[in-house]
């Protein structure tokens, strides 16, 4: 034996000297909660598949800063439900949309908030795709790389003049960072950062969101432009493109099955790294814990715990809020 004389439970046997070797902490400013604002409503609606979490109406938007702040939190990032869809998801990029209303209402209430906006037009098309559609060469329909690209940037820059801090492009499509950063520069906001969702699966961990989001397309699925969940050496490829592109931050998700992915993407990039964990997760934590299965508390600070210790910096999680006040 190398060490014969060591013996691990000595650091175990107290409180303190347990928190004195713990290795990593989870603190209420590593976790970011996310928001669904709606242009259609006037009170908040429950999301039946998330228990605990509402769409919102714009004129929540500053309590819910204030609540953020009061929380102790590490940010919010913001999603939105329009009043109408099309084809080309024309409302992404809306300056009336319920996305830059809020984060107008959100930064004047609370100016040092940190305020994130999910990029995307998959909330805004009437077929629920992250992209404008086309039918390709080869006579099939498919979503149109590039003319997806300068709506990305439209409604970055159109978010970037509300105020936002952080860009979160979740689309997937080859060469956005690089695109939505051009467009945030020729704006003058070359201080609006982006968070890239560089390694985004193709996974079924999104259902409940896709209720929340009113997002689920309506024929085929995302795996032409999401990741294939079989693979991890591509994790490092995406997550290679976005920081050459201009990327401030990474994002992996989902990030409960995902974890070896949060490691390696941590070990071959020096940017801060986020993971997402995504409405499935929560939605399996909220019903083992309705039934009586789980300890709920203790499940959620070990969950969020282990995205922290895979190396993620901090965490975007539905359960920001009530994980803030269990750290106290
Ligand atoms: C796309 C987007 C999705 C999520 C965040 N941004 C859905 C999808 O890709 O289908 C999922 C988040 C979650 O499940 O909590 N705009």
Redesign the pocket.
């Known amino acids: 034996m190398r060490f014969p004389q060591v013996r691990p439970r000595r650091l175990r046997r107290t409180p303190a000297l347990r928190a004195l070797v713990r290795e990593t902490v989870l603190r209420p400013d590593d976790l970011v909660y996310p928001l669904f604002f709606s242009a259609s409503i006037d009170a908040p609606r429950p999301i039946g598949t998330m228990p605990g979490i509402f769409q919102l109406p714009v004129s929540a938007a500053a309590d819910e800063a204030r609540a953020a702040r009061a929380l102790g939190l590490g940010g919010v990032i913001l999603f939105g439900l329009p009043h109408t869809k099309d084809a080309t998801g024309s409302g992404a990029c809306d300056p009336d949309g319920p996305v830059p209303r809020a984060i107008a209402a959100m930064k004047d209430a609370v100016p040092e908030l940190v305020v994130m906006a999910?990029v995307?037009v998959?909330?805004y098309t009437d077929h629920g795709h992250?992209g404008v559609l086309r039918t390709n060469a080869r006579g099939e329909v498919d979503v149109d790389n590039d003319a997806t690209l300068e709506i990305l940037a439209r409604s970055s820059v159109v978010y970037a003049r509300a105020g936002v801090d952080v860009i979160a492009p979740?689309d997937m499509m080859d060469g956005r960072v690089g695109r939505i950063r051009a467009a945030l520069d020729d704006a003058a906001f070359t201080d609006t950062a982006i968070l890239s969702y560089a390694v985004k699966y193709a996974s079924a961990?999104?259902g409940?969101?896709?209720e929340a989001a009113d997002?689920a397309p309506k024929f085929g699925d995302?795996a032409s432009y999401?990741m294939d969940p079989g693979n991890a050496r591509e994790a490092l490829l995406e997550a290679a493109l976005d920081e050459d592109e201009g990327a401030d931050m990474l994002m992996v998700k989902p990030a409960l099955a995902y974890l070896d992915v949060v490691a390696k993407v941590r070990a071959a990039s020096t940017l801060p790294l986020g993971a997402?964990n995504?409405?499935?997760e929560y939605a399996m934590v909220k019903a083992a814990a309705a039934a009586g299965m789980i300890d709920e508390n203790r499940v959620i600070l070990e969950t969020l715990g282990s995205m922290r210790r895979a190396g993620a910096d901090f965490i975007l999680t539905y359960h920001a809020k009530e994980a803030a006040l269990l750290l106290g």
């Open positions: 999910d995307c998959d909330e992250c979740s961990y999104y409940p969101f896709r997002c995302r999401q997402y995504v409405s499935g």
